[in-house]
């Protein structure tokens, strides 16, 4: 069973960058194109972005598109979220997941952006 740990969010004006973890335990963290998701407060968990298995393709919603950066390093199980200029609308509890969803969820990691 594959276990997910995000970590790096914190409180952080609006314009300013901060880089999100995500380390994966298990064996078939390779094997998988991984995605980062979101939740704000009173809404729906909301797909960011999704990187394939070996980092080679990259997809972003359009709200966040040319400001995060997803990328993987295998070796680590870990996948990261760059984020920078970061608006209010940002503020969510991120977590980050297989891009099917398969694992059970991480407690996630806060970010909060402050106007």
């Known amino acids: 069973q594959v276990q997910l740990v995000e970590s790096g969010g914190g409180l952080v004006q609006a314009g300013g960058s901060l880089r999100l973890s995500c380390a994966a335990s298990g064996r078939t963290f390779s094997n998988y194109a991984m995605a980062w998701f979101r939740q704000a407060p009173g809404k729906e968990r909301e797909w960011v972005t999704t990187?394939?298995?070996?980092?080679?393709?990259?997809y972003y919603a359009d709200s966040v598109q040319g400001r995060f950066a997803i990328s993987r390093d295998n070796d680590k199980n870990t996948v990261y979220l760059q984020m920078n200029s970061l608006k209010p609308e940002d503020t969510a509890v991120y977590y980050c997941n297989a891009d099917s969803g398969q694992y059970a969820w991480g407690q996630g990691t806060l970010v909060t952006v402050s106007s």
């Open positions: 990187i394939s298995k070996n980092g080679d393709v990259i």
